[in-house]
Structures are given as structure tokens and as C-alpha cells.
């Protein structure tokens, strides 16, 4: 091999190893940019979800009345219909209490029993006997403001 071709392959070989050389760096700015980019959006995303509440106490802050026992229960069958008996978590404030029978709003008699809890008692003034679905609904807010309903269906068949 004479030196003209030696020349040439050592040139190249170092044109080859130069390109190599700026890829690398290029590769590893670019990494480094890609990692930094991420640590910036997870400090971003960590602090947006403190300042929403995302890194203190797990317990809901207002807990919803809750309504239970309900009698004529969930999708009974009855052949018609004169009252409807709920129980009231003790959370619940009596005031803010809506409780609908289908078009009729209601008035419920209320016994507090040991526990807290309230036992509701509506009575229509004449017994519902249109047969097909009847919609039974009851609204009221917790004691600390939250908003609760409690909706379900019979079914009146005489």
C-alpha cells in the first residue's frame, strides 16, 4: 500500500471517527435536555397537585347526608302506595331535606333515634294507585354544607 492510500484511509477514518465524536455529543446534549425537561415537569406537576390539594390528608373535607332502609325498597313491586319510610344519617340538616313521591313533595314526620340518625316517615294523602314506575326522591345537605340525593324507583302494579 503506498503512502497516498494510507493518507486517505487515515484521513477517513478520522472524518468517520469526528462524525461519531459529534454525534455522541449531540446525543448526549440532547439526553441531557430530554432529562432535564423531565425534571422540570415532574416538579411542575408535584407542585400543581399540592396546590390542589393533592399532597396533604386523604379525608374528604364534607361528607354527603346518606340515606338508607328504605321501605318500599329499591324496585319493589306494590299494588299501591301510601307512605315511604327512610332513615337519615345524623349528619343530615333537616332544614335543607326535600322528599318527593313522584310529582308530590312531602312532608316527613322525623324521629331522632340513639344512634343520631333520623327516621323519616312521608305520607301521601291519598294512596298512589296508577300503576306503572313511581319515582321516589329525597334531597337534603349535610350539617357541614355538602349536597346529597338519594333517587330510586318502585313499581306500582294493583
Not at 39 to 46: E, H, I, Q, R
Amino acid at each position: 500500500m503506498d503512502t497516498h492510500m494510507k493518507t486517505l484511509i487515515r484521513r477517513g477514518a478520522q472524518a468517520i471517527l469526528a462524525v461519531m465524536k459529534k454525534t455522541w455529543e449531540d446525543t448526549m446534549k440532547n439526553t441531557s435536555a430530554i432529562l432535564d425537561m423531565a425534571g422540570l415537569a415532574l416538579m411542575l406537576a408535584s407542585s400543581v397537585s399540592w396546590a390542589y390539594g393533592g399532597g396533604g390528608s386523604s379525608a374528604a373535607s364534607c361528607s354527603e347526608p346518606r340515606f338508607s332502609e328504605e321501605s318500599p325498597a329499591r324496585n319493589a313491586i306494590v299494588t299501591q302506595l301510601s307512605e315511604v319510610d327512610i332513615v337519615a344519617s345524623e349528619n343530615t340538616d333537616l332544614q335543607s331535606l326535600e322528599f318527593e313521591i313522584g310529582p308530590n313533595k312531602v312532608k316527613p314526620e322525623v324521629v331522632t333515634r340513639r344512634t343520631g340518625e333520623y327516621e323519616l316517615r312521608a305520607k301521601l294523602a291519598s294512596p298512589w294507585q296508577q300503576p306503572g314506575k313511581l319515582r321516589i326522591a329525597l334531597s337534603a345537605k349535610s350539617k357541614d354544607g355538602c349536597s346529597g340525593l338519594f333517587p330510586y324507583f318502585i313499581e306500582v302494579k294493583p
